[in-house]
């Protein structure tokens, strides 16, 4: 079995400064990890992913995410917010194998304010 | 371009009407997943299919159906629809051995 933990229903920042989302896993095996951006009324954009290689995963739009087995952790950063990041973000976990199934968040919403 | 379409962007229906959701991707992509997305519940799968002519449950699979005739179409049908499923539906897709998913635009819809 698997899960994922977002440990922020919203978080506020001001632009310019850094961005913190939490988010925590579980799983029998070693995951797959992603994190997904939606902006309003959108689709769901991969901002980055975790497969096993490098632990310091970098995305687009500058955000970046480290894998921590002993924390069982992935939690996402930016050192600078712009009025852009504004938007919802899911941490999703997913086991390697047939299908592959994706299993989601509830989800983090990132407001910047000026 | 290349991707995953979904087809109605929004739709309206009355409890116990019924209708099907249809998902194209012109990527040859083996696998093909539903979801729908529900305020404060992220996303929760409904069906998937890892290849033509195969189905399979996922979380959240009671009161629709799934059909994979083609592989590059995956519909979703709601036989009698219920206000319960008021949701926005998203289609994705994945080929194997790959870890990336391409997800649709996703379908609005409001059952009254």
């Known amino acids: 079995a698997q899960s994922v933990t977002q440990l922020d229903s919203h978080v506020s920042v001001s632009e310019g400064t850094p961005v913190l989302l939490r988010c925590n896993y579980s799983s029998s095996y070693s995951p797959s990890l992603f994190w997904y951006v939606q902006h309003p009324n959108k689709g769901l954009q991969l901002l980055l992913k975790y497969t096993s290689a490098a632990t310091l995963v970098k995305g687009i739009n500058g955000f970046e995410a480290e894998f921590k087995k002993s924390e069982t952790s992935f939690h996402l950063t930016k050192p600078s917010a712009h009025m852009s990041d504004a938007a919802e973000y899911f941490c999703?976990?997913?086991?390697?194998?047939?299908?592959?199934?994706?299993?989601f968040g509830t989800g983090t919403r990132l407001q910047v304010t000026l | 371009n290349a991707g995953v379409t979904q087809t109605p962007k929004f739709r309206v229906l009355k409890t116990g009407q019924s209708m099907t959701l249809l998902c194209a991707q012109d990527?040859?992509?083996?696998?093909m997943y539903w979801y729908r997305q529900d305020p404060g519940m992220g996303l929760r799968l409904i069906h998937y299919s890892v290849g033509e002519g195969t189905t399979a449950k996922g979380e959240v699979p009671d009161g629709y159906n799934v059909s994979r005739l083609k592989k590059q179409n995956f519909l979703l049908g709601l036989e009698s629809a219920a206000p319960s499923q008021t949701s926005v539906y998203f289609c994705?897709?994945?080929?194997?051995?790959?870890?990336?998913?391409?997800f649709g635009s996703g379908t609005r819809l409001t059952v009254v």
């Open positions: 994705a897709s994945r080929n194997r051995g790959m870890d990336g998913y391409t």
């Open positions: 990527m040859n992509h083996e696998y």
């Open positions: 999703v976990v997913s086991l390697t194998g047939t299908a592959s199934k994706l299993t």
